[in-house]
């Protein structure tokens, strides 16, 4: 029997043990599953783990041509296992009317409205499960896999090394080191690092590498944002601003939380909403995306600095929280208004993004925001919230033809950035595998 390990028990993971399953191989490996968190609720899910918005679109998720058929099926998985849906007997899915669901910009006038004030509205039809119902979702789908007699999961086992080869040697840091036939790298944006070692030791791994988010976490009152959250839950849009850069928006969270993400050396911001407890604010990100040329190498190492920057005006462990007034003036917030701040106050500090955002960052925000005004009222309210910085790191983009035995998948692999892309890509590999 042939041995494979998987690094990481993730949404990339759960797509390739889904399509071995499928394919009917799954009981021809032996299969070893490493996960760095301590147990299921330790581990580091992302997405599996806050808010759980499971998107289909072509537009968004990734730079893979994922066939809307595969989406459909990888989204059904999940929604079937969180309860939220189920197959009827003629196998048609059954939807419960407690899922929060919608399509981005369904309604041609409100596609309109965007469009003419040069928007770029972006189409996605989308389901929400909720923080709280993710748990649930996740353990379900682990009692699954873990049924398998010929499949182990190593919780606590972080692994800091894999040596490709004939044979693969995967070393933790518990000073274990074993050989395998196969192996499957679905560390997701966390384990960055042990794609770059991987990368250190073969650069031609890398396919391309230049570009990175920077930006910041908006929050303002749910009702500002009503009718749009009521429309399409999730509304995502794209603009060029007068300084060249395209700004986005990107995970809108109605009557949601802004949270911190935490990496090894560095704090920055990101946002969820439950399926039940839901607060005044709106949350979504704000991202300018930054392209550079030769000779500039290293966007993630751009990124990380930005966001320690950050950290640092705080006073290291704290991200900055800012008023719109004064962040389009350049002064350092003392006071809030009305619009009570959803993350934790012990987590951040009043200040001023201005000292750690670059000023085409900064302009393109503004640019974006005042724009934006023009089709949402209110937009640019002087005390609405901004907390940063707000980093998307593209991973490099990963030639999985490089090596025969060691794939490298899901977000690591630098070619998805969602849920449903990051178990689609699994789901793809193992079919081919
Ligand atoms: C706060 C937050 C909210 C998000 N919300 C959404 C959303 O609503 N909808 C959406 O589509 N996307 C969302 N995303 C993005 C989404 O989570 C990812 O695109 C997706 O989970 C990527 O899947 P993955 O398998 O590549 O990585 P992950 O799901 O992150 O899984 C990687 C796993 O590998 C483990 N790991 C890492 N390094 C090692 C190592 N060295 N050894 C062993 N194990 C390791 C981690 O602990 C983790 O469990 C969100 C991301 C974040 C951070």
């Not at 409205?113 to 989308?126: M, N």
């Not at 009557?255 to 911001?269: K, M, Q």
């Not at 705080?314 to 962040?327: A, P, R, S, W």
Request: a neutral charge.
């Amino acid at each position: 029997m042939k041995k494979i390990a998987i690094i990481g028990f993730g949404a990339a993971s759960i797509g390739f043990l889904k399509g071995l399953q499928e394919e009917e191989k799954i009981d021809n490996y032996k299969i070893d599953i490493y996960e760095k968190g301590e147990n299921l609720e330790g581990a580091g899910f992302g997405g599996l783990k806050y808010d759980g918005k499971l998107f289909i679109s072509k537009e968004m998720g990734g730079d893979l041509v994922i066939p809307l058929n595969i989406q459909k099926k990888v989204v059904e998985y999940y929604l079937t296992k969180s309860g939220l849906a189920k197959f009827d007997k003629n196998k048609k899915l059954e939807l419960s009317n407690k899922l929060e669901k919608g399509d981005s910009f369904e309604n041609g006038e409100l596609y309109k409205k965007f469009y003419d004030a040069d928007f770029e509205p972006v189409r996605s039809h989308f389901f929400h499960l909720g923080t709280d119902l993710l748990i649930e979702t996740v353990k379900n789908i682990f009692d699954e896999f873990s049924k398998f007699n010929n499949i182990n999961f190593l919780f606590g086992e972080e692994v800091i090394k894999v040596i490709p080869g004939p044979e693969v040697v995967v070393a933790t840091n518990s000073g274990s080191e074993k050989n395998y036939d196969k192996v499957v790298v679905a560390v997701g944006r966390r384990g960055h690092k042990l794609v770059s070692d991987m990368v250190k030791d073969h650069p031609d791994l890398v396919l391309s590498n230049d570009k990175v988010d920077l930006g910041v976490r908006f929050e303002l009152p749910n009702h500002i944002v009503d009718y749009l959250n009521k429309e399409m839950y999730e509304f995502k849009i794209r603009l060029k601003t007068k300084t060249g850069y395209i700004v986005r928006t990107f995970c809108n969270n109605p009557g949601g939380e802004v949270t911190l993400e935490s990496y090894d050396d560095f704090l920055t911001v990101n946002g969820h909403a439950n399926t039940t407890k839901k607060t005044a604010n709106t949350n979504f990100a704000i991202l300018v995306t930054h392209s550079f040329t030769q000779p500039f190498n290293d966007p993630v190492g751009y990124g990380s600095y930005i966001a320690k920057l950050s950290n640092i005006l705080t006073g290291g462990d704290k991200v900055i929280l800012q008023c719109y007034e004064d962040f389009k003036s350049s002064k350092r917030t003392k006071k809030l208004g009305r619009v009570e701040p959803t993350l934790d106050p012990k987590h951040f500090i009043l200040g001023d993004l201005n000292l750690a955002l670059p000023r085409r960052t900064i302009e393109s925000i503004i640019d974006f925001l005042e724009r934006l005004e023009t089709v949402v009222k209110g937009v640019t309210y002087p005390d609405n919230l901004l907390y940063g910085a707000e980093v998307k790191f593209y991973a490099n983009k990963i030639n999985n033809d490089f090596f025969e035995n060691v794939k490298i998948i899901g977000d690591c692999s630098g070619w998805t950035r969602s849920i449903t892309y990051a178990t689609s890509h699994g789901y793809l590999i193992a079919k081919e595998f």
